[in-house]
Nanobody, 117 residues
Framework: QVQLVESGGGLVQPGGSLRLSCAAS????????MGWYRQAPGKQRELVAE???????YVADSVKGRFTISRDNAKNSVYLQMNSLNPEDTGVYFC???????????WGQGTQVTVSS
């Protein structure tokens, strides 16, 4: 059984930083994409960043230059370094691991990020 476990969320002041981690267990192969989504209250879940096992990286325009995604295939883990956080970054951040065609995917339980003074 595949499980994704996120950690690193919390409360931070505007301009601060957080680092999210997601570790996948139960995978017997290197999955194609590992990434982060977020969902703010009353809004749809949106893709923030994704790292593919072929080295391709996607980062949403709204966080480009502030967030950095990295991946450790040996550990089946993905990380999100978030700098210069602002209140609009508040939400629940979910880790997702997916196959190339997105037919197989797994979600983590989510971790809350709150940016507030």
């Amino acid at each position: 059984q595949v499980q994704l476990v996120e950690s690193g969320g919390g409360l931070v002041q505007p301009g601060g930083s957080l680092r999210l981690s997601c570790a996948a267990s139960g995978l017997t192969y290197t999955i194609y994409g590992m990434g982060w989504y977020r969902q703010a209250p009353g809004k749809q879940r949106e893709l923030v960043a994704e790292a593919a096992d072929d080295g391709r990286i996607y980062v949403a325009d709204s966080v480009k230059g502030r967030f950095t995604i990295s991946r450790d295939n040996a550990k089946n883990s993905v990380y999100l370094q978030m700098n210069s956080l602002n209140p609009e970054d508040t939400g629940v951040y979910f880790c997702k691991a997916r196959s190339t065609n997105n037919m197989i995917y797994y979600w983590g339980q989510g971790t809350q990020v709150t940016v507030s003074s």
